[in-house]
């Protein structure tokens, strides 16, 4: 973990317009700056970068966030990640702590695995582009493979010499441990000699989602039916295949634009669609998919197709991973390649236009195609038959998302044509697949979220309510976030001499049942705890780059302005705070329904120029919550009298609802609303 000191530097240091701008051209437009989203393809700029609030916002595809949440979600980091590499911008040393000493064992073995792999990568690259050997066997196979030298030098390519220990000499001189070279798989002991393990071989690194090295796949070049054609590096702290995809750096953004992830089998593929411009592309090293594939391929997009060979052992592997994808609810579409042709090959014989429109236009539905397969295979045994059906409904069975609802209907009906099997049958047989699974899952569903979730039922039920009626008294968490916004927007300025406005928000809810989201719950709690260690900690910066992301997307999304006034608006009512903000929160519609002006003297009064009503926001948003408990007591009351009870029990009961009615009334007319008695 990296050191709260080290976080707070990092946080102390940063310049959201300078780390956004590296990324995005950005404008100046009134206090805020203005530029092209980086996150999807719009011509007219929508995304807004706030220096003041230090946070961004889009207004076409609605990512919003911080500087390290930009870092995170541009460059697909973890929090750690994004941390280290703004550290590294800034100049600054990261200091790490560890919960116990085996940790701090385990990360300092990956940190060296790292070091090695980033100095086996460059000797590599220089032994393939600056030695005679390099470039007489290896760059020249590479060419003759139609790769230029960009592409080349783009995915660190490089080259393993024949003589027999090039590397290990190389890095046994420059201190490196031995044991932890066998490790990596680079160098291998054979009768207590070590030795390059990768000899004569191209060689591709593999590089994880920060761009840094975890491992090598090595490609024989000699004909020899002994040897493998590719060797991989060997499981460690570092590499763990099931949780890679080759290519998956260079991809990233070029999926997330894309909006689909392109799936081959081998590493020349990749390579191959590169530098043809196709660069949303990544390889699954030609084993079956694994949900920590899957799963970091729906970081980038929902949308999976797969593309291999159009021979059996391409199929085959196609299908593979085929029931994972789906439970991860990823949009899966298949294309075969032609003419005993792999991706690379075809690619380089029609050119990128003719091989994006084949794709296009040859993606078959990958269910559909399944069965297709599963029927060919099974012929005319009626047994086998029936294990398709089977087969093909716990398929079905896993498209388990509830906005996937319509597409599993659609594939039972289809399927159910194909099979020549009754419509309704199929359904009840993958109904009964759903249910099994519902009952494992359940199985392992902790008792206390089953309680939780009955005694919501039982609620719901009890109080007669429609669903709306209910969320509004009890789930709605609209002026819960109220309350959050104006502590983070004001919390630290001064309600009167003696107290800060936090101290009178704290004070005034005293009852937490007020509040039922968790994370604006959480939210109020850190915020009182910072506030009494250090009353000038507690601010919204502190909650914009907090470590919980929960907080952290909260207090983000809670600061965010829909609008923001325009030069001449400036100009023209330079004197207006608080009320003024909060009618650029107001969309123009509510404006104009709310303010109805039909002249400038009412949209004037309506401004209250150069009034402060800070005050007002925050009594008003307190108010509001108390008046929904009041709403909520009521009910509770209501339902109590409708049961049995002794005249004393009832009298008791009726001067409750009296008096909580009046409470209601008076809170009401304070907040300017109208109550039906």
Not at 353 to 364: E, G, P, Q, T, V
Not at 525 to 551: C, E, G, P, W
């Amino acid at each position: 973990m990296i050191s709260p000191a080290t976080i707070q530097q990092i946080q102390g240091r940063l310049d959201i317009i300078d780390v956004v701008g590296s990324f995005v051209k950005l404008k100046k437009r009134g206090s805020n700056y203005l530029g092209l989203c980086p996150f999807h393809n719009e011509k007219t700029p929508s995304f807004t970068v706030s220096p003041g609030k230090e946070i961004y916002k889009c207004f076409g595809c609605g990512r919003s966030g911080n500087t390290i949440s930009f870092i995170m979600e541009h460059e697909k980091y973890s929090y750690v990640e994004a941390l280290k590499w703004l550290a590294a911008r800034y100049g600054i040393e990261v200091e790490e702590t560890f919960r116990t000493d085996e940790q701090k064992q385990v990360q300092q073995a990956a940190d060296s695995l790292y070091i090695i792999n980033s100095f086996a990568q460059q000797f590599f690259t220089r032994m393939l582009l600056e030695t005679e050997e390099g470039q007489d066997i290896g760059l020249s196979y590479l060419k003759e493979r139609g790769f230029r030298e960009e592409v080349i030098k783009k995915f660190q390519l490089g080259y393993s010499p024949e003589q027999r220990d090039a590397f290990t000499r190389e890095a046994i001189a420059k201190q490196y441990n031995p044991e932890l070279l066998v490790k990596t798989g680079l160098v291998a002991n054979r009768n207590d000699q070590l030795v390059d393990n990768y000899r004569g071989r191209i060689i591709f690194p593999i590089h994880n989602h920060s761009g840094k090295v975890l491992g090598f796949g090595a490609r024989i070049l000699k004909t020899n039916d002994k040897a493998p054609k590719y060797i991989n590096t060997p499981e460690n702290e570092i590499y763990v295949k099931s949780r890679l995809l080759y290519g998956s750096y260079f991809a990233r953004q070029a999926i997330d634009k894309a909006d689909e992830c392109l799936l081959v089998e081998g590493y020349t593929d990749v390579v191959s669609l590169h530098q043809a411009g196709i660069e949303n592309v990544v390889a699954s090293g030609g084993t079956s998919l694994t949900p920590d594939q899957l799963r970091l391929i729906r970081k980038y997009t929902n949308n999976l197709t797969i593309i291999y060979d159009g021979d059996a052992a391409g199929i085959k592997a196609a299908l593979r991973g085929l029931d994972l994808a789906l439970e991860e609810g990823l949009n899966v579409k298949l294309v075969l390649i032609p003419d005993k042709e792999d991706p690379d090959s075809y690619v380089n014989k029609v050119g990128p236009a003719a091989f994006l429109s084949f794709i296009n236009a040859n993606k078959k539905d990958v269910i559909l195609f399944q069965l297709e397969v599963a029927l060919k295979d099974a012929g005319n045994d009626s047994t086998r038959k029936a294990e398709v059906v089977n087969r093909m409904a716990e398929t079905i069975s896993r498209i388990n998302k509830a906005e996937d609802f319509t597409k599993q209907q659609d594939y039972i009906k289809q399927c159910a044509e194909i099979l020549k099997v009754d419509e309704n049958g199929l359904h009840t047989l993958v109904n009964k697949f759903i249910r099994d699974r519902i009952t494992a899952q359940e199985r392992k569903q902790p008792f206390e979220d089953a309680a939780r979730n009955e005694e919501n039922a039982r609620r719901a039920e009890e109080t007669g309510y429609d669903e709306n009626t209910f969320n509004l008294l009890f789930k709605d968490e609209l002026q819960e976030r109220e309350v959050a916004r104006i502590l983070l927007e004001y919390g630290d300025r001064n309600w009167d001499e003696h107290q800060l406005i936090a101290e009178h928000i704290f004070e005034e809810m005293v009852d937490e049942s007020l509040i039922d989201n968790q994370t604006v719950l959480q939210l109020l709690h850190q915020y009182r705890n910072v506030m009494h260690q250090d009353r000038s900690a507690a601010n919204k910066n502190y909650f914009i780059y907090h470590t919980d992301t929960k907080l952290s997307s909260l207090a983000v999304s809670l600061l965010n302005l829909p609008h923001e006034e325009s030069e001449h608006w400036r100009r023209e009512f330079s004197q207006s705070t608080g009320y003024q903000q909060q009618l650029f929160r107001l969309s123009y519609e509510d404006f104009i329904n709310k303010v109805k002006p039909d002249n400038s003297e009412d949209l004037m009064n309506y401004l209250k120029i150069g009034e402060d009503k800070t005050h007002e926001e925050v009594t008003s948003a307190i108010n509001y919550l108390k008046l929904r408990k009041i709403k909520r007591l009521l009910i509770e009351n209501q339902l109590d009298m409708e049961k049995e009870h002794s005249p004393e029990q009832f009298r008791m009961l009726s001067e409750t609802h009296h008096h909580l009615k009046e409470m209601e009334m008076a809170l009401s007319q304070k907040l300017g609303t109208v109550v039906i008695r």
